[in-house]
């Protein structure tokens, strides 16, 4: 065979292997993501509580097997088959299962909780909660069950009893529910302690918070429905900190110290239950105080330490007690820039910093049995990665994760072993389980799941910042046909605010599946993690403070002077796309600078910051008395007339995180400088689109970018 005819051969084979190749469909690519192409996992992994033995779950979640790790052949534990027909229940899979004791698991349906013997085969159930109980928290021993009903709290004890520990007639007065708008890493409002003498939760008086209007369409006619809605400037709830005595069945409440509108969070009981560790910080989100209570009588003890920043300060972690007999605890502090463990004695006595990392830590993943090890997770030296180190009480730290990427860890009862599961940009998924001398073994290692199908690569790179000395992470997704010869346009995908991370050393690198839909279209599709994003430290996240919007659109703007860089990029057809925070940054964009993109599409968009919540906008912005200048600044609608590419704006109807006015006085101001731009509301949707209707919402996007950006 010649030079000739092996050429031609090659290229018919590389034609026939291209036309093998299946496409992702747009619906595809938003809902089976995590599904059809979710990478293979131990599903569900658990240790069993006091043994060396795991659990995970298999056949779609309808299985549960067991192995250990010195032999990793699985053995059938039981099957929702055998559960169903020993409780009467229709359960469908083994979601939200937990661990009793050694042989005793825990499932729920409904409102109903049931006891199952895994030796015996047989099971009870064991407790009920009214069929509008909401908030279910089990104490240690799941032998009582907390729930609220409405604004009020009560529990059912082990002899079935329905106990009120609240009874509130005014609806203003809130018990048991996630107060603060679920910042300050509040998740919740039920506090069980460790030994279920008590019953402590969360208590907002919401009397003097303005009520916000929603419409149900649903009804004829139409229904208002009110909100309670505190903005940046106006009044806020006012919280306490109840605990009931279940020996007395008293309660006691706790009050900010300072200010009635301070916030009371990061609530913990000591392991002997003596006392309760609650982070007040004042209202201007600037001033913490680490406060120590009296269980029983609720008076205050002491205040165990201070913190305070110009900027802003945010306690976001409860204490942690890693030995059980010991009332010492750990507390996760950015006061040096970075957060860090600190390890304190009960009477506020700094023992020992032990560690003094120039990268944040995360969160605390657990401690071994003897309290001389912590365990959490942490970014490392590079910001994309999700780590896991320990550390002992003398500060000697240890990664405990050999690969880069993004980890989840789980340690073993005795601490001797943990599980890791990761990803990274090569690596699907892989499981592995570490010995104490941090020997791996794999478990299982997931197959590509798009190998057969149509899709790109992303490239992470980093650029400076407009700061000129600041690495920012940038994301680039490329058609699976890229031709460097030609010329693409390109959709940069925004967020740009706090608390988020787009760009991840994940699978995907962080991106949705849509976005390499996209690029199957012929386009680029770019992201820029501008400063103020998440996990690169304070001083990358607080350049924001009092002027959102200004550094992350530099920085945005550093992105495009990288794009238009690329001798492949159409720099003429950029088009820009986010959501929320990300719809804030497309809507200035697209004003702010209006010759940088030709299409901008924004959902649920914060337009002006004065509209916004209390707890997340005065910890960015002050207020409107404190810093006028920096509303003005941000206020999108100053900038309307000025417009002039393509703009559509997307709002959920029933939005209640960032309400409808936002957008709609964009819309008349719009209307009034005689500009003109496309809206689409999404009915009785909230802050963003999900279940099937978010199909429409990707595709709604995506036709408006292609159409117009041509």
Excluded: C
Excluded at 135 to 152: I, M, P, R, V, W
Excluded at 389 to 416: F, M, P, R, W
Excluded at 563 to 568: E, G, M, Q, T
Aim: charged letters at 25%.
């Amino acid at each position: 065979m010649n030079k000739k005819t092996i050429l031609i051969v090659s290229f018919l084979l590389a034609i026939t292997t291209q036309a093998q190749l299946k496409k992702i469909t747009l619906e595809e690519s938003v809902l089976q993501q995590g599904r059809k192409f979710g990478a293979d996992k131990l599903t569900g992994f658990q240790w069993i509580p006091n043994t060396n033995k795991y659990v995970y779950y298999t056949d779609a979640w309808t299985k549960m097997v067991t192995a250990t790790p010195t032999d990793a052949k699985t053995s059938e534990l039981t099957t929702l088959t055998d559960i169903n027909a020993a409780l009467g229940t229709k359960l469908k899979n083994f979601f939200g299962v937990q661990w009793i004791d050694t042989n005793t698991i825990l499932v729920t349906e409904n409102v109903k909780s049931y006891s199952y013997n895994l030796l015996t085969k047989s099971g009870k159930s064991i407790v009920e909660s009214p069929e509008k109980g909401e908030n279910q928290t089990f104490d240690s021993s799941y032998k009582n069950l907390a729930f609220t009903e409405g604004n009020n709290l009560f529990f059912v004890n082990d002899k079935k009893e329905k106990i009120t520990v609240t009874n509130n007639s005014d609806k203003n007065i809130v018990s048991g529910q996630s107060i603060s708008r679920n910042e300050f890493g509040i998740s919740g409002g039920i506090f069980w302690s460790p030994k279920s003498s008590f019953l402590a939760f969360y208590q907002k008086d919401e009397t003097d918070v303005a009520d916000y209007p929603l419409l149900d369409i649903n009804e004829t006619p139409g229904k208002l429905v009110n909100i309670k809605y505190p903005m940046i400037g106006q009044k806020s709830e006012k919280p306490k900190v109840g605990i009931y005595n279940l020996a007395t069945g008293k309660t006691v409440f706790i009050a900010p110290k300072n200010n009635p509108e301070d916030y009371l969070t990061n609530l913990a009981f000591t392991p002997d239950e003596k006392y309760v560790l609650i982070a007040e910080l004042n209202r201007g989100q600037n001033d913490m105080n680490l406060n120590l209570y009296d269980t029983a009588t609720g008076n205050f003890v002491k205040t165990l330490f201070n913190e305070k920043n110009s900027k802003w300060v945010e306690p976001e972690h409860a204490a942690f007690f890693p030995n059980s007999k010991s009332n010492n605890f750990v507390w996760i502090s950015e006061t040096d820039g970075f957060n860090n463990l600190y390890y304190y004695s009960i009477d506020g006595k700094l023992i020992k910093q032990l560690t003094d990392n120039k990268f944040p830590t995360r969160e605390i993943i657990g401690a071994n049995p003897a309290g001389t090890e912590i365990y959490f997770k942490a970014t490392g030296e590079n910001g994309i990665n999700m780590l896991a180190y320990k550390v002992d009480l003398k500060g000697k730290q240890t990664l405990i994760t050999k690969d880069e990427g993004v980890h989840n860890v789980v340690i073993s009862a005795d601490g001797n072993w943990f599980f890791d599961e990761y990803s990274n940009h090569s690596t699907p998924s892989k499981s592995l389980l570490y010995d104490k001398n941090l020997k791996a073994k794999t478990l299982l290692e997931s197959k590509n799941k798009y190998e057969g199908y149509e899709i790109g690569t992303a490239e992470i790179k980093t650029i400076k910042a407009a700061d000129g000395t600041t690495d920012l992470y940038t994301r680039l997704i490329k058609p699976s046909n890229f031709d460097a010869t030609k010329k693409y346009p390109v959709l940069v995908y925004v967020y740009g605010g706090p608390h988020a991370q787009m760009i991840t050393n994940s699978y995907l690198d962080g991106a949705n599946l849509w976005m390499y839909w996209m690029a199957e279209q012929g386009y680029l599709v770019f992201t820029v993690d501008n400063r103020g994003s998440d996990n690169r430290g304070f001083a990358f996240e607080s350049v924001i403070h009092a002027k959102l919007g200004n550094n992350e659109i530099d920085d945005q703007m550093k992105g495009v002077e990288y794009l238009k860089s690329l001798p492949y990029v159409d720099e003429n057809r950029l088009a820009v796309h986010g959501w929320s925070y990300g719809g804030f940054m497309t809507t200035s964009l697209m004003t702010r600078k209006p010759d940088a993109f030709k299409v901008g599409v924004a959902g649920g968009p914060v337009i002006d910051w004065k509209w916004y919540e209390v707890m997340y906008g005065e910890r960015y912005m002050d207020t409107p008395a404190e810093n006028q200048k920096g509303f003005d600044e941000a206020n999108v609608t100053n900038y309307a007339k000025d417009l002039k590419g393509k703009l559509l704006l997307i709002h959920g109807t029933n939005d209640d995180v960032v309400v409808e006015q936002h957008n709609l006085a964009l819309v008349k101001k719009f209307v009034e400088v005689g500009k003109q731009v496309d809206y689409f509301p999404y009915p009785m949707h909230k802050h963003n689109v999900t279940g099937r209707d978010r199909v429409h919402l990707i595709q709604k996007v995506l036709n408006y970018v292609i159409e117009n950006n041509k």
